[in-house]
T-cell receptor, first 111, second 110 residues
Framework: KNEVEQSPQNLTAQEGEFITINCSYS?????LHWLQQHPGGGIVSLFM???GKKKHGRLIATINIQEKHSSLHITASHPRDSAVYIC?????????????FGKGTLLTVNP | DVKVTQSSRYLVKRTGEKVFLECVQD?????MFWYRQDPGLGLRLIYF???????EKGDIPEGYSVSREKKERFSLILESASTNQTSMYLC?????????FGPGTRLTVL
């Protein structure tokens, strides 16, 4: 069983919809990364958080350390948000800042 | 802005060839990482380096080796390429937790 589970694996939405992607992890962590990968493109870091909530434009990331759960929300979704969203965690006590990755959520936003 | 560059975006090699993938970062980061990404499997760590000439195996090091002679450069070597090494290869660097990724090299081994 992967230590980092994402849901859903695939998500299709209409432009303007509110989107939520979930990430659950089974280990104690130091920090959690949300990453975005466009088709054929490199990976971009969206957020790194260890508690609470962060907001950047239409993107919001939350984390609940006690429940070992994080969510990525996209408000007023747009076709350019279509990408793979990846959750990754840094295990507590680990060395050299190694990440454990979820398998990603493929988001398609239709116009 | 941190910049991580990889030597090629696309590469086609033949089985048995020795393949070098190069990664360069310009932010004096100590940590550098090589991943491969395959459909349904996500990102998997091949090797990482936390200092010049220092390296550690990741989750799937078999069939690969690495070299870090200078801080800014981290090379991934496929000693004898095989078809099951066809994949997207991504390099990343970090100072602490946040990792910065290169654009990726899509390697096809025929």
């Amino acid at each position: 069983k992967n230590e980092v589970e994402q849901s859903p694996q695939n998500l299709t939405a209409q432009e303007g919809e509110f989107i939520t992607i979930n990430c659950s992890y089974s280990v104690g962590i130091s920090a959690l990364h949300w990453l975005q990968q466009h088709p054929g493109g490199g990976i971009v870091s969206l957020f790194m958080l260890s508690s609470g909530k962060k907001k950047h434009g239409r993107l919001i990331a939350t984390i609940n350390i006690q429940e070992k759960h994080s969510s990525l929300h996209i408000t007023a979704s747009h076709p350019r948000d279509s990408a793979v969203y990846i959750c990754a965690v840094f295990g507590r006590g680990g060395s050299n800042y190694k990440l454990t990755f979820g398998k990603g959520t493929l988001l398609t936003v239709n116009p | 802005d941190v910049k991580v560059t990889q030597s090629s975006r696309y590469l086609v090699k033949r089985t048995g060839e020795k393949v070098f993938l190069e990664c360069v970062q310009d932010m004096d980061h100590e940590n550098m990482f090589w991943y491969r990404q395959d459909p349904g499997l996500g990102l998997r760590l091949i090797y990482f380096s936390y200092d010049v000439k220092m390296k550690e195996k990741g989750d799937i090091p078999e069939g690969y080796s690495v070299s870090r002679e200078k801080k800014e450069r981290f090379s991934l070597i496929l000693e004898s390429a095989s078809t099951n090494q066809t994949s997207m290869y991504l390099c990343a660097s970090s100072l602490t937790f946040q990792q910065f990724f290169g654009p990726g090299t899509r390697l096809t081994v025929l």
